[in-house]
């Protein structure tokens, strides 16, 4: 019994522990941290908006047998409050992403919520599975969406 035992919790230890692809190094992992930024934003509506943007990011980066990044993924609990200037007038939403990366770093992909900017829209709060082509003012460029978005400066309104 004790033999039957031992080969079933070894053979499930082998099934539920994470492995490492054959020719890969082990992933480097970035642990959640608590941060709080806040950015103004005097131009991307008619009327002036400030972001704070709060919470918690878990970054992985996976890597080849050399260690060399190959992609990468970060989400945790983000949170983004869009203040106006001139009214106090404020939303809360939150944009938990997750970010798909490639192999320099860059944001390929997103899915979930997102706040960012929309080729030939503007500041969008976007739903669904993104792509992204780029950046703009330093902020991941969307140029596809497979699901809804809406003017930012609309729900500001």
Do not use: K
């Not at 939150?94 to 030939?120: E, H």
């Amino acid at each position: 019994m004790r033999r039957t035992l031992a080969a079933v919790l070894l053979a499930l230890g082998a099934v539920v522990l994470p492995s490492v692809p054959a020719g890969a190094a082990q992933p480097q992992i970035t642990l959640p941290s608590s941060f709080e930024v806040v950015i103004p934003f005097p131009d991307i509506c008619a009327f002036p908006i400030t972001a704070v943007v709060r919470g918690r990011t878990l970054s992985i980066t996976f890597l080849d047998a050399s260690g060399t990044a190959v992609r990468g993924f970060a989400g945790g609990q983000l949170f983004v409050t869009y203040t106006r200037d001139d009214t106090g007038f404020a939303r809360t939403f939150a944009i938990a992403g997750p970010t798909f990366f490639d192999a320099s770093g860059v944001a390929i992909r997103g899915t979930g919520r997102w706040t960012t900017p929309m080729v030939d829209v503007g500041w969008v709060l976007a739903n669904g599975n993104l792509t992204f082509d780029g950046t703009q003012d330093g902020f991941s460029l969307i140029s596809a969406v497979n699901g809804s978005s809406v003017s930012l400066c609309d729900l500001l309104s």
